[in-house]
């Protein structure tokens, strides 16, 4: 009965060999294949990433906007006076940004370029290895007699 | 005896072969399809991301731009073979919209009277061009009407609403001129 069977496979040892281009072929076809899956998934796991960034960067602006501390009484525009004098602390406790990200604002005035900076400063290595979500808009900066100006609200945001 | 043997092992190898490059052609089709699906959903993702900035940004502007303060400005008034300087100080730039709008209404509407506004529509397009090119670098097109009269703005050479790219985002705020509701579009894009 043994005999038999040892009889009747052809192939022995050797015979797995045969099979081998086809093993190739399957290997090179499954690499080719999750490479490109690799290729599609990682552009998009980035991409939601930094739409997750972008979406922390606009509510840390809409809070800004209604930061008591840092707006005029009667206009709710923002207080030069009120920049003047704003604590980082107290900024960074009312933002309560998630751990993930760093941010930094900056307030400008359009005529005179002066410049109120809150925030972390933005090294170059981060510039290179991370995305920036930036937001720029217009806004209005109301001095001490209540005049109003334009400026400048920039918000950046970054993992880091 | 041998002959036909090496035959059938030869056959076994060629079907082998065959179902590999069947086994290769379905893999390369799914990876066809993957790219498809998820390179729709990339570009969704992408257009999601550009459109919230843009809606949020568009708004920001309107608001700023509209209570924006025009310190000097002013229209001429041609009637009745005269020439008269009428000057504004410190008006709103939705005052000066709705000067604009309702002077041009007259302008139109009765023959007898007629004003240059050009120092006023140049005033209004001044602030806005500050606001979304200065700032925040968005090509932009402001669109109103009332009665007869238009009034259409931008910092690219548009004439109406059916030029402006389909990628724009749009603020519409609602302004009142008498007893009239009269809206006011701002659009911006890249």
Not at chain 1, 9 to 34: C, E, N, R, W, Y
Not at chain 2, 67 to 94: F, M, W
Not at chain 2, 108 to 137: F, H, M, P
Request: proline share 2%; glycine share 6%.
């Amino acid at each position: 009965m043994l005999r038999g069977k040892i009889k009747d496979d052809q192939k022995g040892i050797g015979g797995f060999f045969f099979d081998t281009p086809v093993l190739l072929l399957i290997i090179v076809v499954i690499m080719i294949f999750t490479t490109s899956l690799y290729q599609v998934y990682v552009p998009i796991q980035k991409e939601k990433d930094r739409i997750a960034q972008d979406r922390t960067c606009i509510a840390l602006k809409n809070n800004l906007q209604n930061y008591p501390q840092i707006l005029d009484e009667s206009s709710e525009k923002f207080s030069i006076e009120k920049l003047d004098s704003l604590e980082k602390e107290n900024l960074n406790s009312y933002l309560k940004l998630d751990s993930d990200y760093s941010y930094n604002i900056s307030f400008e005035l359009l005529e005179s370029s002066e410049r109120w900076f809150f925030g972390n400063d933005l090294t170059s290595e981060e510039n290179s290895e991370v995305g920036i979500s930036s937001y720029q808009i217009p806004t209005h900066m109301v001095d001490e007699g209540g005049f109003s100006h334009l400026g400048k609200l920039k918000v950046s945001v970054w993992r880091g | 005896m041998e002959r036909l043997r090496r035959t059938k092992k030869d056959e076994k190898a060629v079907l082998s072969m065959i179902d590999a490059i069947l086994f290769g052609i379905i893999l390369f089709i799914v990876t066809i399809l993957v790219f498809q699906q998820f390179g729709g959903a990339l570009t969704r993702e992408r257009d999601l991301k550009s459109s919230e900035f843009r809606r949020e940004v568009v708004h920001d502007i309107q608001e700023v731009a509209l209570d924006s303060v025009i310190e000097k400005t002013g229209y001429v008034n041609l009637s009745h073979d005269q020439s008269r300087q009428v000057k504004l100080t410190n008006i709103t730039v939705e005052g000066a919209i709705k000067d604009y709008l309702f002077l041009e209404h007259k302008n139109q509407d009765n023959e007898k009277l007629t004003y240059d506004l050009s120092g006023l529509e140049s005033d209004i397009y001044q602030i806005y061009n500050k606001c979304a090119w200065d700032v925040s670098r968005y090509y932009f097109a402001l669109g109103s009407s009332y009665e007869t009269s238009e009034l259409f703005l931008s910092n690219v050479q548009i004439n109406n609403e059916e030029g402006l790219p389909p990628e724009r985002a749009a603020s519409t705020n609602t302004i009142m001129l008498g007893m009239h509701r009269v809206d006011l579009t701002l659009y911006i894009w890249r």
